[in-house]
């Protein structure tokens, strides 16, 4: 289960950003997950929770939105780029119907978009 080594990441950035300016107590966090980032969203909540109720007055209580990430592919027929529906990772050019060799230009990653403190 990767999500509690992402949720331990995450909770430690925003642990570092609420040292750097001086704040005490995380109130909201926003990440976004690309489709082929592998990350289960209720998993990473699951253990996002535990976690943060388990360090103290810092992180209790904190909200976690999770922003899912369509994949963004490159057509190798036409050069358009397109997003695919959730789950499809193989499939044809909605412009073209070209089926093969499609570039990934987005959606493996994991973004720790923003946070609120206090």
Do not use: W
Not at 41 to 57: H, N, Q, R, T
Request: net charge negative; hydrophobic share 45%; glycine share 10%.
């Amino acid at each position: 289960m990767h999500e509690l080594a992402i949720a331990e990441n995450l909770l430690e950035m925003a642990g570092q950003e609420l040292r750097r300016h001086g704040l005490r107590k995380l109130i909201s966090l926003r990440v976004r997950c690309g489709a082929l980032a592998g990350v289960l969203p209720e998993a990473l909540e699951f253990a996002f929770s535990a976690l943060a109720g388990d360090s103290g007055e810092t992180f209790r209580d904190v909200r976690l939105e999770i922003v899912r990430e369509p994949l963004l592919l490159r057509c190798a027929g036409c050069g358009r780029d397109f997003t695919t529906a959730p789950g499809s990772l193989f499939t044809s050019c909605p412009l073209c119907g070209y089926e093969f060799f499609h570039q990934a230009l987005s959606g493996a990653e994991i973004f720790f978009e923003r946070m609120e403190a206090e």
